[in-house]
């Protein structure tokens, strides 16, 4: 990753010295060194997160013959939270009551 930043860093200050370039973009934050990290004018110090600091998120996998237009609304909707067929709103209700709720569609 520090190598793809000082690229971009050397192609976006083409007239720059390397030394500059790290001074300007690479900070000692709370300890830790060589924090990429950037302020626009008048602003508050942006840094750019680690990967630690970076959650896992798990994905559910889908069952084997399902899918989102096969007509199964209720594991659609519950499962991720939208489906294509219903309104957001009762997309999320599904989600939030892992599809205990019964739907009807108006057409």
């Known amino acids: 990753m520090f190598q793809k930043l000082k690229a971009w860093a050397k192609r976006r200050h083409p007239q720059k010295a390397i030394q500059w370039i790290i001074n300007k973009y690479w900070k000692i934050i709370g300890g830790n060194n060589w924090v990429f ?4 004018k008048g ?3 942006m840094r750019l997160r680690t990967h630690s600091q970076t959650p896992v998120v798990r994905h559910v996998k889908v069952k084997g013959e399902s899918s989102p237009y096969d ?3 209720v594991y659609g909707s519950s499962r991720k939270g939208k489906h294509p067929e219903i309104s957001t709103k009762e997309a999320v209700l599904l989600k939030r009551q892992k599809g205990k709720i019964q739907l009807t569609i108006d057409s």
């Open 71 to 73: 007509g199964n609304l």
């Open 43 to 45: 602003k508050n110090l």
């Open 37 to 40: 990290a950037t302020s626009a």
